[in-house]
């Protein structure tokens, strides 16, 4: 192939211009640079995009569209198995040569080794980069080596690392071909629900795209970061980055947020204290990557072998009520109802609600991530996996099984006014902060002044607390 051929450049969960090292090496070949999106709906099985992530993906790639557009190239959108449209695409535009950026789930590292070896196989040369992780999996290992399976070490093992790489520069310009080929329309996708159209909500809290990503960081280090230590626990506040679904779709990189926020404690603007505790839960993020790296059933088995003969329980029913935050338990529902109207949840209700769904209902871990899987618009392998393993106790550095948390001293405890419940579980904004959380012990009168009759305005609970958990630590005897 002559120096003047394409090369392709494949944009999978890095949809940013800056600080995007594969591009950036595309570009630097000097060639004419295709950039191409697949929806690829075949690959990945049962981890195939989620109804949230679908809205969030259209979102994403429209804005990267244009962003692209205005650098003068062109987005090509190709849908079905990326093993077939990647070589075909290959070969529709004589490129000599094939970017991405690394993945690290297991149907994703398989896919791209196979596409690797069969692009190589045809001389075609395939340059893959790291723009998702500050570190790759393998870069940190324990003493004796091998990944750690607890947080604090791996999280000193991660600072001693020394430097986290400078971010690469961004890009302005992409020299393209004179022809671009066909490209699909996004709006044909039909990522966007319609009928009805249940994403209403999404669109007055998220702005999709690298211009969101970048003011949500922000906007966080402008203010909320100066309290994070603390107000990261409390769900009544807007205490958090809500980085979660750009750092998942990659449309800001940990590194680009490791410098900037480090930048600002060096400079005084942030407190150690509190910059330190933030760059830690990015430092959760590699650790759950780590941990689906080295153990790549982990969306299906349990890490801690004894609980693969939990005695779960399935129940339609059951798991229903908890979707639908019909529980009765109103911090439980409350949390279920933000992930409906804003396909997001607050991480503390997050492990809540999880804690409710394994231990209060017994219910399949499985089933919590799934529904998690489809509804969040941050729905990520690596976190949703290890996370659900760490509140159902049988994961890496897991809270303990016995451990139960207690649904009205969590509510008490991180949203004592009850805003939190009231914005969420409408039917109980009239009822005191005193009660909202336990509507059950409130008196007749006070129910009845604030409109809630238990059993037909809001549910009674659907599991009585004390005799749930003692429900639990029987079925953790069982496996003892
Ligand atoms: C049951 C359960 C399921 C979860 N599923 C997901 C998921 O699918 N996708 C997802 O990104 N996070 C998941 N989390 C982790 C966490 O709840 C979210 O990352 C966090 O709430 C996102 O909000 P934020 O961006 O404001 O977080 P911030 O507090 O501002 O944290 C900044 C970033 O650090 C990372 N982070 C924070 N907390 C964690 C954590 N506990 N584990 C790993 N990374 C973390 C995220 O990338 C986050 O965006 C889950 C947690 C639980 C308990």
Redesign the pocket.
């Known amino acids: 192939m002559s120096s003047t051929s394409p090369v392709l450049f494949w944009f999978r969960q890095d949809l940013r211009l800056d600080d995007n090292p594969a591009l950036r090496a595309a570009i630097d070949t000097g060639q004419p640079v295709v950039p191409v999106f697949v929806l690829d709906d075949v690959t990945p099985g049962d981890m195939a995009y989620g109804s949230a992530s679908r809205w969030w993906l259209h979102k994403s790639l429209d804005s990267l569209g244009e962003q692209l557009k205005s650098a003068g190239s062109t987005l090509v959108l190709r849908r079905g198995d990326a093993k077939e449209i990647i070589p075909k695409l290959v070969q529709e535009i004589g490129a000599s040569q094939v970017f991405w950026n690394r993945r690290y789930a297991k149907w994703q590292v398989e896919a791209d080794k196979a596409l690797k070896k069969s692009l190589e196989d045809d001389e075609i040369r395939v340059t893959s980069c790291n723009g998702r992780l500050l570190y790759e999996p393998w870069d940190i290992e324990t003493k004796s080596g091998g990944p750690y399976r607890v947080f604090t070490p791996f999280w000193k093992a991660l600072k001693s690392q020394g430097n986290v790489r400078d971010t690469v520069t961004a890009i302005r310009k992409i020299d393209g071909p004179s022809r671009y080929p066909a490209t699909d329309t996004l709006s044909d996708w039909a990522l966007l629900p319609t009928k009805p159209n249940w994403a209403k909500g999404f669109e007055e809290v998220w702005e999709p795209g690298e211009k969101g990503a970048m003011s949500a960081l922000r906007n966080?280090l402008d203010g909320p970061v100066d309290s994070?230590k603390d107000d990261?626990n409390r769900p009544d506040r807007n205490?958090?980055?809500?980085?979660?679904?750009?750092?998942?779709f990659g449309e800001i990189s940990?590194v680009q947020?490791w410098h900037l926020v480090r930048n600002k404690i060096s400079a005084g603007e942030v407190p150690d204290s509190q910059g330190d505790v933030?760059l830690s839960?990015?430092a959760?993020?590699e650790?759950?990557y780590s941990l689906i790296y080295f153990n790549p059933e982990m969306h299906k088995k349990e890490l801690m072998e004894k609980f693969r003969d939990f005695p779960w329980e399935h129940s339609e029913k059951k798991l229903e009520a908890w979707k639908k935050g019909q529980t009765g338990y109103p911090i439980v529902d409350a949390g279920m109802r933000q992930l409906w109207r804003e396909g997001?949840?607050?991480?503390r209700i997050?492990?809540v609600?999880?804690s409710f769904l394994v231990k209060h209902l017994l219910l399949d871990w499985r089933d919590?991530?799934m529904w998690?899987?489809d509804t969040?618009v941050?729905?990520?392998?690596?976190?949703?996996t290890?996370?659900?393993q760490?509140?159902a106790g049988c994961g890496a550095d897991a809270a303990p099984y016995f451990r139960i948390f207690n649904p009205m001293t969590q509510g008490e405890r991180f949203d004592p006014d009850g805003d939190y419940v009231r914005k969420y579980v409408e039917e109980l904004r009239d009822l005191p902060a005193k009660h909202i959380h336990t509507p059950w012990d409130a008196p007749k009168d006070v129910l009845k002044k604030a409109g809630v009759e238990l059993g037909r305005t809001y549910p009674e609970p659907m599991v009585d607390h004390k005799q749930a958990r003692q429900n639990a630590l029987d079925a953790y005897q069982s496996i003892k």
Request: proline share 4%; glycine share 6%.
């Open positions: 966080f994070y990261r205490g958090t980055s809500r980085l979660s679904p750009h750092l998942h940990p947020i933030f839960e990015i959760w993020r650790f759950s997001w949840m607050h991480n997050r492990m609600v999880g919590g991530m998690f899987w969040l941050d729905a990520d392998e690596a976190n949703n290890a996370s659900w760490w509140i």
